[in-house]
């Protein structure tokens, strides 16, 4: 499937670009960065979403942005919404 098509969660990105090649776990990792496993273990299940502080804190330890990492959970959330909500019984307005 094409990222065009359906993004990524964020947290699939994480495991499977990032995690993944290092050999790193879930618990190992949510210690490198400070915080709660379950934080890292929902966020790679796509239970959770991308928050400012889980944000920040990958994009310091991989050198990315932290926008990167946010830009990803709102092209996901947007994808998802695109799918089920239905707006074509909006008419525009005209300028």
């Not at 239970?47 to 804190?57: F, N, Y």
Request: glycine share 4%; hydrophobic share 45%.
């Amino acid at each position: 499937m094409s990222l065009l098509e359906q993004p990524m969660h964020p947290g699939e990105v994480l495991k499977e670009l990032y995690l993944d090649p290092l050999g790193m776990g879930a618990i190992a990792f949510a210690r490198r960065l400070d915080v709660p496993r379950t934080r890292i273990e929902r966020l790679i299940k796509g239970i959770t979403s991308m928050t400012p502080d889980t944000a920040l804190r990958l994009a310091r330890v991989f050198n990315t942005t932290p926008a990167y990492w946010m830009n990803m959970q709102t092209n996901y959330d947007m994808a998802a919404a695109a799918s089920v909500i239905d707006v074509s019984n909006i008419e525009p307005f005209v300028a």
